[in-house]
């Protein structure tokens, strides 16, 4: 076997290989979780005219302090039809369009209201009003090309006029699990048979990633099944499989794959868990070949999976983004591979701490379902102490 790529080396020979999507334009109800493709702008200045920040009166300021004559009331959405004159002043409700000739508004309660007339304490120019285009002007950038769209981004886009936007289509990821031993959940287990869990780990981790995932039927061991599946998968931008990529006379993807025309880029990476991971180019397709341990291909799918379906779409940091934190417990480290442990986290006034789950192999799921980090515990000899510093990524 060819000397493993570090984590470092295997994720750059990924990404490189990554060709953006092309752009389609979208309705701004659909954009959630989607991926800019260009530069979102303001269609208007933002707020588009002078507003009250609260209920009270718009008087001058200049006016203050003083009792002033009330001549009418703004709603939002009713503005004035006539202006402030000096010694004048007018109700105004939250969100309102501040009268022509008013520069400040006070609060309703720092007011005494008698009949038709109004008390007023000193106020400054500009007090509670909320001026014109002082969240965003029109024609400025208000989402960046590259941003994954989340509720926050759509509704600032929404209050700045924008109807669609433009945003890189969804990758296509075919997933096809391999082994004579797999059974759909829900169904009745024969000797030696189990459930598939990759099929669904990777179409949600996926789908979450903003791809649109096509699960193929798990393949028994046969050459001629092998082929069938992985010729169909190959047609999506992105076909991932779990088992049948180790060296066991049933390990069949990879030559496979090979005879279909796929060209290998690397196989072995030098991580535990996950260690025979293959990755290869058919054009512009992205093919990963995952170990068959559902843990493997958990940390397969978030190191090299995920960051590809992300880049496809355009996203400038497609991750897995580290975070700094203290371990809670002592591990023993790998002489050879990075490892990945499956962690807890817990936020402490000191920082983050992550605490090893129990049970770290690599078919141990449901274990590993406890966790909600991944932490990096770098090669070497001898053991991490507790209090140690290390780097983690939160698991999606």
């Given at each position: 076997?060819?000397?493993?790529?570090?984590?470092?080396?295997?994720?750059?020979?990924?990404?490189?290989?990554?060709?953006?999507?092309?752009?389609?334009?979208?309705?701004?109800?659909?954009?959630?979780?989607?991926?800019?493709?260009?530069?979102?702008?303001?269609?208007?200045?933002?707020?588009?005219?002078?507003?009250?920040?609260?209920?009270?009166?718009?008087?001058?300021?200049?006016?203050?302090?003083?009792?002033?004559?009330?001549?009418?009331?703004?709603?939002?959405?009713?503005?004035?039809?006539?202006?402030?004159?000096?010694?004048?002043?007018?109700?105004?409700?939250?969100?309102?369009?501040?009268?022509?000739?008013?520069?400040?508004?006070?609060?309703?309660?720092?007011?005494?209201?008698?009949?038709?007339?109004?008390?007023?304490?000193?106020?400054?120019?500009?007090?509670?009003?909320?001026?014109?285009g002082g969240d965003i002007r029109e024609g400025e950038v208000v989402v960046?090309?590259?941003?994954?769209?989340?509720?926050?981004?759509?509704?600032?886009?929404?209050?700045?006029?924008?109807?669609?936007?433009?945003?890189?289509?969804?990758?296509?990821?075919?997933?096809?699990?391999?082994?004579?031993?797999?059974?759909?959940?829900?169904?009745?287990?024969?000797?030696?048979?189990?459930?598939?869990?990759?099929?669904?780990?990777?179409?949600?981790?996926?789908?979450?990633?903003?791809?649109?995932?096509?699960?193929?039927?798990?393949?028994?061991?046969?050459?001629?099944?092998?082929?069938?599946?992985?010729?169909?998968?190959?047609?999506?931008?992105?076909?991932?499989?779990?088992?049948?990529?180790?060296?066991?006379?049933?390990?069949?993807?990879?030559?496979?794959?090979?005879?279909?025309?796929?060209?290998?880029?690397?196989?072995?990476?030098?991580?535990?868990?996950?260690?025979?991971?293959?990755?290869?180019?058919?054009?512009?397709?992205?093919?990963?070949?995952?170990?068959?341990?559902?843990?493997?291909?958990?940390?397969?799918?978030?190191?090299?999976?995920?960051?590809?379906?992300?880049?496809?779409?355009?996203?400038?940091?497609?991750?897995?983004?580290?975070?700094?934190?203290?371990?809670?417990?002592?591990?023993?480290?790998?002489?050879?591979?990075?490892?990945?442990?499956?962690?807890?986290?817990?936020?402490?006034?000191?920082?983050?701490?992550?605490?090893?789950?129990?049970?770290?192999?690599?078919?141990?799921?449901?274990?590993?379902?406890?966790?909600?980090a991944l932490v990096l515990s770098p090669r070497g000899n001898g053991e991490?102490?507790?209090?140690?510093?290390?780097?983690?990524?939160?698991?999606?």
């Amino acid at each position: 076997m060819a000397e493993l790529l570090s984590l470092a080396e295997a994720r750059a020979a990924v990404l490189e290989r990554v060709v953006p999507l092309p752009a389609e334009p979208v309705a701004l109800g659909e954009a959630g979780g989607r991926v800019l493709a260009e530069d979102a702008v303001s269609t208007v200045d933002l707020p588009p005219f002078p507003s009250s920040a609260m209920d009270g009166f718009a008087v001058r300021a200049a006016d203050s302090p003083g009792r002033l004559v009330v001549v009418g009331s703004v709603a939002a959405g009713a503005p004035a039809t006539a202006g402030l004159r000096a010694g004048e002043a007018m109700g105004i409700a939250t969100g309102g369009a501040v009268p022509p000739g008013a520069d400040a508004v006070v609060r309703i309660e720092d007011v005494v209201l008698e009949g038709n007339t109004v008390e007023i304490p000193g106020v400054g120019e500009g007090k509670s009003i909320r001026p014109r285009g002082g969240d965003i002007r029109e024609g400025e950038v208000v989402v960046e090309k590259g941003t994954r769209m989340g509720a926050a981004h759509v509704a600032a886009l929404a209050a700045a006029g924008a109807a669609g936007v433009s945003v890189s289509r969804r990758p296509r990821v075919a997933v096809l699990a391999t082994g004579s031993e797999l059974r759909p959940p829900g169904e009745l287990l024969g000797p030696g048979q189990i459930f598939d869990a990759n099929g669904v780990l990777l179409a949600t981790a996926l789908s979450a990633a903003g791809a649109e995932v096509e699960v193929l039927p798990a393949v028994e061991d046969d050459p001629d099944a092998h082929r069938d599946a992985l010729e169909r998968g190959l047609g999506a931008d992105v076909l991932v499989t779990t088992g049948g990529v180790s060296v066991g006379p049933h390990d069949l993807v990879r030559s496979i794959l090979r005879s279909l025309g796929v060209e290998e880029v690397f196989w072995g990476v030098a991580v535990k868990p996950g260690k025979p991971l293959a990755f290869g180019v058919l054009g512009t397709t992205l093919v990963f070949g995952l170990p068959g341990n559902p843990v493997s291909t958990l940390v397969g799918c978030e190191l090299f999976v995920r960051p590809a379906v992300l880049a496809l779409q355009g996203a400038p940091e497609p991750g897995p983004v580290y975070r700094d934190a203290r371990l809670a417990a002592a591990v023993k480290r790998n002489a050879g591979r990075d490892e990945l442990l499956r962690a807890r986290t817990r936020f402490t006034d000191d920082g983050v701490v992550v605490e090893p789950v129990t049970g770290q192999e690599s078919h141990m799921i449901v274990r590993a379902a406890g966790a909600d980090a991944l932490v990096l515990s770098p090669r070497g000899n001898g053991e991490l102490p507790e209090g140690s510093h290390v780097r983690y990524f939160p698991l999606a």
